[in-house]
């Protein structure tokens, strides 16, 4: 948590003063970022030895279009995060505008109305879905004073509910063309993952060099200060919410586009809200607010994703890949707690 005098310096886009007393080696190993693309580099190398197969380039084409379905979600996360919250409701809000957005283009796609109109009008829809999920979960949070937890765990279970009730339990329609246009692109790159690779660009730039992000930041850290500050904190939650919403709806329409229907089990099955939380964790973000950054987000879900399909390369269990995942949680949580302590201790000298 910051003091008064360091959320002040943040309204003024001052950076934080950085701890004396601390040698620039312990201050780079201790970096939970610089110890993040170690890691990554180490566990590509690992896979890679294991299994040659790792550095086709096919795979890392595969890699970053898991990667890029993880990301807008993580992102979503950090800004609810470094605000103080959190929002458990992601994943299932992915499923149900997918399914719902689905449902809704199909007669579009029957009718062989332009490809890229179709999944413009889809992403609309699934954003505008996403949008009024988030403002529940907003609404429940700063008009009847449920904690965030608890807000966006009824969000959750809501959304889950809907999406099987919508579907049936079964895909939503069906588009090859969307099939076809995910798998385009440039080299490894295709499309679909630059378009989301562009929009999480822009998000990050927002978040760190902007007044709104300066503002999460700073309810993030002391919500009175923040408040007596003249922030309007109530509308600036309702805000990060709502645009969590829209990034979990966003993301339930880059599935449908990479799977060419809608699935009610998008987003939960593969518990992607805890995975989100995760990435941001790992990145060196605060549960408590007040403390993260785009770039751990990325470098987290990145991890996370090598691990993931790396496990399953060399023949691993699906099942132990969550083993792993709350292993990877608590040496981030270690780590903070480890440079925290050298904080404190350069503070002291």
């Known amino acids: 948590m910051s003091t008064s005098s360091e959320l002040a310096g943040a309204l003024a886009g001052q950076p ?3 701890p004396a007393g601390r040698s620039p080696f312990r201050r780079v190993v201790t970096n939970q970022q610089f110890v993040l693309f170690v890691v990554l580099v180490g566990l590509i190398v690992f896979f890679g030895v294991r299994n040659s197969l790792f550095f ?5 084409s595969n890699l970053l279009t898991d990667f890029s379905g993880l990301i807008l979600i993580a992102i979503a996360e950090t800004y609810v995060i470094t605000a103080g919250g959190i929002d458990l409701a ?3 809000t992915a499923a ?3 399914v719902v957005a689905a449902g809704w283009i199909q007669p579009l796609v029957s009718h062989h109305v332009n490809a890229a109109l179709v999944l413009l009008l889809g992403a609309v829809i699934s954003a505008v879905i996403g949008a009024a999920a988030g403002a529940f979960s907003a609404l429940m949070i700063t008009v009847f004073r449920l904690v965030p937890f608890v807000a ?8 889950a509910g809907l999406a099987l009730v919508i579907s049936h339990g079964a895909p939503v329609g069906y588009n090859p063309g969307a099939i076809y246009w995910s798998a385009t692109g440039v080299s490894i790159v295709t499309w679909l993952v630059a378009i989301v690779l562009v929009l999480s660009i822009g998000l990050g730039l927002i978040l760190h060099l902007t007044i709104y992000g300066r503002y999460n930041f700073a309810i993030g850290s002391n919500e009175f200060a923040a408040r007596a500050a003249g922030i309007s904190v109530r509308r600036h939650l309702v805000s990060v919410y709502v645009l969590s919403g829209v990034l979990a709806g966003l993301t339930g329409m880059f599935f449908y586009i990479r799977s060419g229907s809608g699935a009610a089990t998008t987003g939960v099955t593969n518990s992607a809200n805890l995975l989100a939380i995760a990435a941001v964790v790992i990145g060196g973000a605060s549960l408590y607010g007040g403390v993260g950054r785009w770039s751990g987000t990325m470098l987290g879900a990145a991890v996370l994703t090598v691990v993931s399909d790396g ?3 060399i023949n691993v269990p699906p099942t132990w890949i969550q083993v792993v995942v709350g292993a990877l949680i608590a040496l981030a949580a270690l780590l903070q707690t480890f440079r925290r302590r050298g904080g404190a201790t350069g503070r002291t000298t």
């Open 152 to 159: 966006t765990l009824v969000t959750y279970s809501a959304g």
């Open 16 to 18: 934080a003063r950085k």
């Open 56 to 60: 086709r380039v096919g795979e890392f």
């Open 311 to 313: 496990l399953i390369f």
């Open 96 to 98: 149900v505008t997918g």
């Open 90 to 92: 992601v994943g299932s």
